[in-house]
């Protein structure tokens, strides 16, 4: 199996688990705190491998620009997420996610050129439609939830353009590096979003589940899963990576299934085979070629 293969996988897996990690670190934790917990542990993390692994690094102005804007992208996007989460149903937050393929191939597309051919835009549609089956009975959005859909099509945009802009400018430098610096930017954004908003310490102790969640979100979500994402980017067209969005959803569901027993509809098989056939149509020529 191809190692950009495996590197899918265990993005899929790793995505498909966040959510519920998400849920859990937030328990008694104010969201921008467990923000800048997760990435305040992975920065530190990241760096601590780098050194123990000896990968050789020098700091650079091509590098930096790297660092602040990837790292700034991805936390103004988590901030977005996790803001608009409050006020939109989780199956919204799904389906609108699932337009990253599609706002990753339109950047693509003014930055780097690329053409999207006519059977990815297909395969991305029939993607985004499994999605809406999938989650058909929490598709609901009132007046209210208007500016959170506001905001998380911006992040949405914004995680589209660090992709694409990793890929013009980062094609050289190591994913690991890249990432490292990256998360420090996070923490350090994510330390001021916790100032502005103002939330206290935490006076009670805070839940084991909740701390193994950071800890999760931070070493694996973050420093490995951040890392084999930035390589994947490099190795691939940003829009092949952005695909495996489609997946996640329908994989987490698969994942309730297998490990706590959930009850599996019609819905959910109808959702699952259109997102599968979205995926091959997608990548229709790479397995061909293949």
């Known amino acids: ?25 937030v328990a008694g934790v104010p969201y921008p705190l467990a923000l800048l917990s997760r990435f305040a542990v992975a920065a530190l993390a990241a760096f601590a491998l780098l050194g123990l692994a000896r990968r050789p690094w020098r700091w650079s102005r091509r590098l930096s620009r790297v660092w602040l804007f990837s790292g700034l992208g991805t936390s103004v996007s988590m901030l977005c997420s996790y803001w608009a989460s409050q006020y939109i149903a989780s199956g919204v937050v799904a389906v609108v996610f699932g337009l990253i393929p599609l706002t990753t191939a339109l950047f693509a597309h003014w930055w780097l050129a690329e053409r999207l051919d006519r059977h990815e835009l297909v395969g991305i549609a029939l993607g985004v439609a499994g999605l809406a089956t999938l989650f058909s009975e929490h598709l609901h959005l009132d ?60 006076v009670s102790p805070i839940d084991a589940r909740a701390l193994a969640a950071i800890g999760y979100l931070a070493l694996i979500g973050s420093v490995l899963g951040f890392g084999v994402y930035y390589w994947l980017i490099r190795e691939c067209r940003p829009g092949q990576v952005a695909v495996l969005s489609l997946v996640s959803p329908a994989a987490a569901l698969w994942l309730g299934h297998v490990l706590n027993a959930e009850a599996v509809s019609a819905r959910v098989l109808a959702g699952t085979g259109l997102i599968l056939v979205g995926l091959v149509l997608h990548q229709r020529n790479q397995l061909l070629r293949r």
């Open 1 to 25: 199996m191809p190692l950009q293969t495996l590197a899918a996988v265990f993005l899929v897996l790793v995505w498909s688990t966040t959510a519920l990690a998400i849920n859990w670190s």
């Open 143 to 202: 007046a209210a939830g208007l500016p959170g859909l506001a905001v998380l099509l911006l992040a949405v945009a914004l995680q589209s353009a660090v992709a694409v802009r990793l890929k013009a400018e980062a094609t050289e430098l190591d994913p690991f590096v890249v990432n490292a610096g990256a998360l420090a930017v996070c923490a350090v954004v994510s330390g001021i979003a916790w100032l502005v908003h103002g939330t206290p310490l935490p």
